[in-house]
């Protein structure tokens, strides 16, 4: 019985192997056909493209104006979301932070009212050299929220920290897609 087994689970581990597994993973991600592929092997960072696109079903059949807005809506619903979590934060947090956190409410508040809109009314009308400046200004003001958080160190800081470098990271793929249009 042992001997069946063995056999059986050998079998699986062969041809459900980790190399395996990878080879086709890879065979998948090197489809010339692919547009999330195609354009992500023209921005700097691979991997962070290929998720953050493919995460959203449309990518399937999008053109790189297409990924463009994917990645401005996810940039978006981010910086919406990261707006909503500070203000929380604001509320919450000891008097003496108080006015470290409304300098992140500020930012945000500029990159979900200006900065964000810009660059999808930008994009939606092909003026791709604005819309890149403003994915890149969203992108500072996530940054400056950073920069504020390095003079006040504290506990509350550190879900901000990720939400900052996932901004930026977003701004960064939004800002790159968009520097491929012309």
């Known amino acids: 019985m042992h001997s069946i087994i063995v056999k059986i689970?050998?079998?699986?581990?062969?041809?459900?192997?980790?190399?395996?597994?990878?080879?086709?993973?890879?065979?998948?991600?090197?489809?010339?056909?692919?547009?999330?592929?195609?354009?992500?092997?023209k921005i700097s960072d691979f991997?962070?493209?290929v998720f953050t696109l493919r995460s959203d079903p449309r990518s399937a059949?999008?053109?790189?104006?297409?990924?463009?807005?994917?990645?401005?809506?996810?940039?978006?619903a981010h910086a919406k979301e990261t707006s909503t979590y500070i203000q929380g934060l604001q509320k919450a947090c000891p008097p003496k932070l108080k006015t470290a956190v409304g300098v992140c409410v500020h930012f945000y508040t500029l990159a979900n009212n200006n900065d964000v809109p810009a660059a999808v009314k930008s994009l939606n009308v092909k003026a791709y050299g604005v819309a890149k400046k403003a994915a890149l200004?969203?992108?500072?003001?996530?940054?400056?929220?950073?920069?504020?958080i390095k003079k006040n160190p504290?506990?509350?800081?550190?879900?901000l920290n990720s939400r900052n470098f996932y901004m930026h990271d977003l701004s960064q793929l939004s800002s790159d897609l968009i520097g491929l249009l012309k």
């Open 9 to 41: 689970a050998l079998f699986f581990v062969f041809f459900a192997s980790p190399s395996t597994l990878c080879n086709g993973l890879m065979r998948k991600l090197n489809s010339e056909t692919d547009p999330v592929v195609l354009t992500c092997r």
């Open 61 to 76: 059949k999008a053109s790189v104006q297409g990924l463009a807005q994917i990645a401005l809506g996810k940039l978006e």
């Open 47 to 49: 991997g962070f493209c």
């Open 137 to 148: 200004a969203a992108m500072e003001d996530g940054t400056r929220c950073q920069d504020e």
């Open 154 to 159: 504290s506990t509350i800081w550190q879900m």
